[in-house]
């Protein structure tokens, strides 16, 4: 497939999901169970992002040791717990990054 | 009654505050686009087709991996069934609307819009206060254009030794923020999280995220399940 229509596909997919709800479906045919479900979604996808982003390398194996990400993102989600602020935890997360692989 | 012009403005004023993070995210899709081979104008067309933080992420954290398009599109498409819950959630404030203003508001309905117009639709019952949403959308997608531009263009000034790619699980991670203190919704984060790193060399086909999605929105199923009857 070329990236055009890579491009294409996943810009009808991304569209279809937020059009589908408004036009074609009312709100009573999603009852409190699903809704329940569906408010776990973000939970349960962006860990699949997040995790091997931090534990996989450039090699593709897991990094344990040795590996400034890991503290890095731990302190980003500390600081994120206790300011609830979106920047905060991207700041301080780039922040203890820079300051662990320039640094230390 | 309020103008059409001053609910827009309103929503404008309301998402301006989570624009900020939006501005370093939009750069680094756009340097790390043109970093695992897309063209410039390739690029800025994912910015206007696509119109997603997270899809265009992932399309390229999937792409630069060597992953299928068959997964690249339903990795995507799972990412975005969060966005069935925004679309239900919002419809009964747009149940009144012409099909065409229905057309136009979906392509706005964004994380951050969908986050501060709930508040407004929930509140407000003026007929035109869907108008909130567009001026929260419109704002997001001229920030999320620009930044993809200028994250093009800065693409090569900026060195790869700053890690710059660190930032796309940070995002993710702000994202996250209200959901660390829910105990069910950290064990899920958990359960995704080791399923994607431990099957990320072992599930075919790059499916790792799909395959991880469901383990834990299976966890949640059980989790909440179980909470009830207690």
Redesign the interface.
């Known amino acids: 497939?070329s990236?055009?229509?890579?491009?294409?596909?996943?810009?009808l997919?991304?569209?279809l999901?937020?059009?589908?709800?408004?036009?074609l479906?009312?709100?009573e045919m999603?009852n409190d169970r699903i809704?329940?479900?569906?408010?776990?979604?973000?939970?349960?996808?962006?860990?699949?992002?997040?995790?091997?982003?931090?534990?996989?390398n450039d090699m593709?194996l897991?990094e344990i040791d040795d590996n400034p990400?890991i503290l890095?993102?731990i302190i980003?989600?500390i600081i994120?717990?206790f300011?609830?602020?979106?920047?905060a935890?991207?700041f301080s997360?780039?922040a203890s990054?820079?300051f662990l692989?320039f640094v230390v | 009654m309020k103008s059409n012009f001053k609910i827009f403005l309103k929503g404008i004023i309301d998402v301006s505050p989570l624009m900020i993070p939006v501005v370093p995210f939009g750069l680094i899709f756009g340097v790390l686009a043109i970093d695992v081979g897309f063209t410039p104008l390739e690029t800025m067309a994912m910015s206007l087709i696509i119109f997603g933080g997270a899809s265009q992420i992932v399309l390229l954290q999937l792409f630069s991996g060597g992953a299928s398009s068959l997964v690249i599109i339903s990795s995507v498409g799972a990412v975005n069934s969060r966005h069935l819950l925004y679309g239900a959630v919002v419809s009964e404030h747009l149940s009144d609307l012409k099909l065409i203003w229905k057309i136009i508001i979906s392509y706005f309905l964004i994380d951050q819009a969908f986050a501060i117009s709930n508040e407004y639709l929930k509140k407000n019952k003026d007929h035109n206060r869907y108008f909130h949403l567009v001026g929260g959308g419109a704002t997001c997608w001229v920030i999320w254009q620009s930044t993809t531009f200028l994250g093009i263009i800065l693409g090569a000034a900026i060195p790869e030794k700053l890690g710059l790619s660190f930032a796309v699980p940070l995002t993710f991670l702000a994202l996250l923020v209200n959901d660390f203190r829910k105990f069910i919704n950290v064990i899920v984060i958990i359960i995704s999280g080791l399923v994607a790193t431990f099957g990320y060399n072992y599930i075919p086909f790059k499916a790792y995220v799909i395959v991880a999605a469901l383990a834990g929105l299976f966890t949640a199923m059980i989790l909440t399940k179980k909470n009830k009857k207690v």
């Not at chain 1, 990236?3 to 810009?11: E, M, S």
């Open positions: 497939m990236n055009w229509a890579l491009i294409l596909y996943c810009g997919i991304t569209y999901t937020r059009f589908s709800m408004i036009a479906i009312k709100r999603f809704r329940e479900i569906l408010s776990f979604v973000p939970s349960a996808i962006f860990p699949a992002i997040i995790f091997p982003a931090i534990f996989i593709g897991i990400k890095a993102a980003a989600m994120g717990i300011s609830r602020s979106i920047i935890t991207i997360g780039l990054y820079w692989i």
